[in-house]
């Protein structure tokens, strides 16, 4: 660590982990109550445990990026970071909305919720990924501000690089485009048509953008390769991902009741949206294989090799299977959708703030340049835990989600979907048990920062 201000990155990680933590548990709550519906019911209905699954996911990858921008931007800057107080400020208010919208959908009717928070003032409430109270989504509209603002400035008045020009693009980009998040039309198909200009502008727009970056990073400080190359390949993907992303927000427009060219332009930008993440694979490879030294935190570099793959299959193939309108007629809303979700979010978006965490945190907490062998040997086996469980998860997800179509869509006889969950629970069931190996990965990866080395240190 070069600067003292870096070190506002630290809490902001330990959040994003524990936020990930309670995720996965509400995820695996969730997962048997698709098999045992009374699970926790009335304490804890499916849909309140989903509401908080997706939150708690938005949520806690936000805390990611923000703690990754600041810890990067000051060394890319190569000065102090305008407001550490700022930064710390927005930290304790950011997790105190977060925590009590969570208590919140727990605690209280979500229509009570509605009513307590005066959403029928201004309605924004009631959406997927969306359900946050007004007052909460304002909140997280000013912790932006604070933080663009605060990181603007670092780099205005530091040095300008690729790294931190992409990074703050992206980041503005987020910012900007959860602002439709406000826009709640009475029209269903205005407002699915603006509601992905969030969801789908985000993690197939300019989260990709935040990922480049971060992963771009990582490679510069554990490769050793010159700046300039990987500069080049950042801008390679980030070209790609703006021009496939952004039309290809299509793809959610088949059967919303939009025009009918949106078929076309959907199937075809979407076809392409593989590309960048196809060239990051590519990128993290050739950058490691051309690397000038041997860093010593190999547990970073398994991550950023990682993230680059398990991207590109779960968010390149997995959204290829079924991003042709053609074939979407009988794949949406099925289980087919539900295994890209998971397989894309984690390859793409936890791995990449798990790679940060894995590089920054031995330095946030004193090392030289990277945990103890033991600990990194430790934590190489959370990384494996984890993707190969996701990867299984995905394959299990796609066998329930092809069984679906063709019973429930496809077959002479379509039988009613009720019918065909019970038929496919075989793979709930699978699904449940490598979803518990996952949370053991998890907590592999937590342990490895406690893990003593030779000496009896920690970590």
Known sequence: ???????????????????????????????????????????????????????????????GFMGAAYYLIPEEAERELESPMLAKLMFWIFLVAGSLTVLGYLLL?????????????????GREFLEQPTIT????????????????????????TVVNIVLITGLIGLALMFLFSFYNPDNVVKDKFYWWWVVHLWVEGVWELILGSILAYVLIKTTGVDREVIEKWLYIIIAMTLITGIIGTGHHYYWIGTPDYWQWFGSVFSALEPIPFFIMVVFAFSVVNKRRREHPNKAAVLWALGTGVMAFLGAGVWGFLHTLAPVNYYTHGTQITAAHGHMSFYGAYVMIVLTIISYAMPLLRGR??????????????????????????????????????????????????????????????????????????????VWSFFVKDEEGKSA
């Open 1 to 63: 660590m070069q600067y003292q201000s870096q070190s506002v990155a630290k809490p902001y990680f330990i959040a994003a982990i524990g936020l990930f933590i309670g995720q996965i548990l509400f995820g695996l709550v969730m997962g048997l109550q698709y098999v045992l519906g009374d699970f926790l019911f009335p304490t804890i209905p499916f849909n309140v445990a989903r509401m908080v699954h997706t939150n708690l996911l938005i949520v806690w990858l936000l805390f």
């Open 109 to 125: 009717p979500y229509a009570g919720l509605a009513k307590i928070t005066g959403n029928a003032l201004f309605p924004t409430m």
């Open 368 to 445: 030289a340049a990277a945990n103890s062998n033991k600990a990194q040997v430790v934590e190489m086996w959370g990384f494996w835990l984890m993707t190969v469980s996701m990867v299984f998860l995905t394959l299990f997800l796609t066998a329930a989600g092809i069984l679906q179509i063709y019973l429930q869509r496809a077959s002479d006889t379509p039988l009613p979907f009720i019918v065909v969950q019970e038929k496919i629970e075989l793979f709930y069931w699978l699904r449940e048990a490598v979803g518990v190996v996952f949370f053991i990965g998890l907590m592999v990866y």
């Open 137 to 160: 989504k304002v909140g997280i509209v000013v912790v932006a501000l604070a933080f663009l603002y605060n990181i603007g400035l670092t780099i205005l008045k530091g040095r300008k």
